[in-house]
């Protein structure tokens, strides 16, 4: 029975929320994959741009080599007009042109450069390399009275920016005379990486520039 003034009071209910730990585990790994492929993109997009700026400096370094060994072969033909009052020749070849060596004048090695100079006036005729052994062959120039002969040299080497050039074996007036020195100067550059860079350069010089040599 309920009397008057007396106060029944109820214990109170404390809600205390339980962390559900598989969901904050997910949470952190997320946070985790999202940082690690960031840092992998950096990592590749930092490795590209190394990688292309290496390329890059490495070539420029090669091509200005190869540059270089054109400019030492040149050096060598002019010193030889210098020292010898005539330009450099092979002359008269006897037996077959059976390779590049036969029409070499000489052969300068610079450290990692290693420079040829060719004698472009030789008797095509004789050439008896073939196939693909024609690879990197010198291509025949020749200079006859007032023109410019590129004949010969679609039987040694087919497509020579010379032959392009000048009709692919015809012959073109220059008003040049006889007596020019028709070269190749090839420089190749090892990187030492197992590769080569080879630039070739044709050089026809006038006799008579002996007569204004310093």
Do not use: C
């Not at 030889?80 to 008269?92: A, D, Q, W």
């Not at 037996?95 to 300068?108: C, E, M, P, R």
């Not at 080879?198 to 010089?205: F, K, S």
């Amino acid at each position: 029975m309920l009397t008057h003034g007396t106060v029944f009071s109820s214990p109170s209910h404390k809600v205390r929320m339980i962390p559900r730990r598989g969901m904050t585990l997910a949470v952190v790994l997320l946070v985790m994959l999202v940082g690690t492929v960031l840092v992998g993109m950096s990592l590749y997009m930092a490795e590209n741009l190394h990688s292309t700026t290496q390329m890059f400096v490495t070539r420029s370094v090669e091509y200005n080599e190869t540059v270089r060994g054109t400019e030492i072969g040149k050096a060598w033909i002019y010193n030889h007009l210098k020292t010898n009052g005539s330009l450099p020749s092979i002359g008269t070849i006897s037996g077959d042109i059976d390779s590049a060596d036969k029409i070499q004048l000489t052969k300068i090695p610079a450290g990692s450069l290693t420079v040829y100079v060719y004698d472009l006036n030789y008797d095509a005729s004789k050439v008896t390399v073939s196939g693909t052994a024609l690879n990197g062959f010198p291509p025949r120039l020749v200079l006859s009275g007032a023109s410019v002969t590129a004949g010969g040299n679609s039987a040694v080497y087919q497509g020579s920016y010379y032959g392009q050039q000048y009709g692919k074996g015809t012959s073109e007036s220059s008003g040049v005379t006889t007596g020019y020195g028709l070269y190749l100067v090839r420089s190749v550059y090892d990187s030492g990486a197992g590769r080569q860079r080879i630039l070739d350069e044709a050089v026809i010089i006038d006799p008579d520039l002996q007569n204004t040599l310093p």
